[in-house]
């Protein structure tokens, strides 16, 4: 059933929702379609080939997806909509917005001269206390390690021999994805714990030369910022989910600190927020209610005007294998596939 799935109902559906979808029609009420992407990279950099395929977007896609946004939306800063929308002035029928999540090295390398080639704006989400320092993602790590044969070292550590010990030994970018989703059930300390009692940075030193920094300086957020074309929102100060795994003190720490540490740093006012994973409890989004005008989750969808939940925006993910093509990416804008 899968098979056929995939041979031919898929396939007859996007084209159908490439052309008859949402994105296709002018509504009653007016929508916001929010993009979600997190690296830009070319397929020729040695990153492309280390990160998870769900999270990567070639300059040339999003170079194509811009194009594509400006003839068929009103592309515009998501801030300046939540503002028109607050104010209850009139927003565009059908307006879209560009977000990064995080702060990759590789958006200020890659995405940032689009952006500016084509007088885009966009919204990055920052990680705040992680910016301009050395710090690793723990998917980004265990992918690395994972693909560069360390895999009998993850298995010394019971947390995440459990995950791996299955694995062929050329482990495949596939298999390292469905180690990272299953690795989610435990809490981001857990998770880094575990890769520091295994000395991760050695590892990585040792199986694959090291890793290349993760994330921006404040420098070249800055010119971001200063370019005129990017609003910086908070993605919390360190990335850990924002679930019961937290408690209230380090919520709000995540939430409340990142923010005066961007405002501090950046000098100007931080009002939208980010929830890393899209997890988040009740005080987190109460706590996110009372202090940014606007969030967003990971949900995918397209937002209505007439049934609005302005804590909880939904977005439409990207990565280059749903939407290297006009077609395939008018498909997703649908928010059907
Ligand atoms: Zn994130």
């Known amino acids: 059933m899968k098979a056929v799935l995939k041979q031919f109902i898929k396939p007859a559906l ?4 490439s052309r008859v979808g949402p994105h296709a029609r002018t509504g009653k009420h007016p929508r916001l379609w929010l993009l979600m992407y997190h690296r830009i990279l070319p397929n020729h950099d040695e990153r492309y080939g280390q990160e ?8 040339e896609t999003l170079e194509m997806h811009i194009q594509e946004m400006k003839r068929q ?3 515009m800063p998501f801030a300046e909509w939540v503002g028109l929308s607050q104010a209850g002035l009139p927003v565009p029928k059908r307006a879209c917005a560009i977000t990064f999540d995080d702060g990759w090295l590789d958006n200020y390398e890659y995405a940032f001269p689009v952006l500016r080639a084509h007088s885009a704006p966009a919204t990055l989400f920052a990680v705040a ?3 301009g320092t050395d710090f690793q993602f723990w998917p980004n790590i265990l992918a690395v390690l994972l693909l560069h044969g360390a895999k009998k070292e993850l298995e010394l550590h019971p947390l995440l021999q459990a995950y791996v010990q299955n694995l062929t030994d050329k482990v495949t970018a596939d298999q390292v994805a469905e180690v990272i989703k299953h690795l989610k059930d435990h809490s981001d300390v857990d998770i880094f714990a575990a890769l520091e009692q295994i000395g991760w940075r050695d590892l990585c030193e ?7 920094p993760a994330l921006m300086s404040w420098d070249q957020l800055r010119e971001m910022q200063q370019s005129g074309l990017v609003d910086i929102g908070s993605h919390t100060c360190t990335h850990r989910r924002l679930t019961d795994a937290l408690s209230p003190a380090e919520l709000e720490y995540e939430i409340i600190h990142s923010k005066d540490v ?7 006012s931080v ?3 980010c929830f890393p994973n899209g997890d988040y409890n009740d005080l987190a989004l109460s706590l996110v209610k ?9 949900q995918r969808g397209i937002n209505r005007t007439d049934n609005l939940n302005i804590h909880e925006l939904t977005r439409i993910g990207l990565h280059d294998e749903v939407s290297s093509s006009r077609r395939l990416f008018r498909a997703r804008l649908s928010g059907w596939v």
């Open 129 to 131: 206390e992680k910016i």
């Open 52 to 59: 998870e395929p769900g999270m990567l977007v070639r300059p």
């Open 262 to 268: 961007l405002e501090r740093r950046l000098q100007s």
């Open 73 to 75: 939306f009103d592309l």
């Open 271 to 273: 009002d939208l927020f």
């Open 290 to 298: 009372q202090h940014y005008r606007a969030s967003v989750t990971t």
């Open 14 to 17: 996007v084209s159908l929702a």
């Open 206 to 212: 040792k199986y694959a030369g090291g890793m290349s």
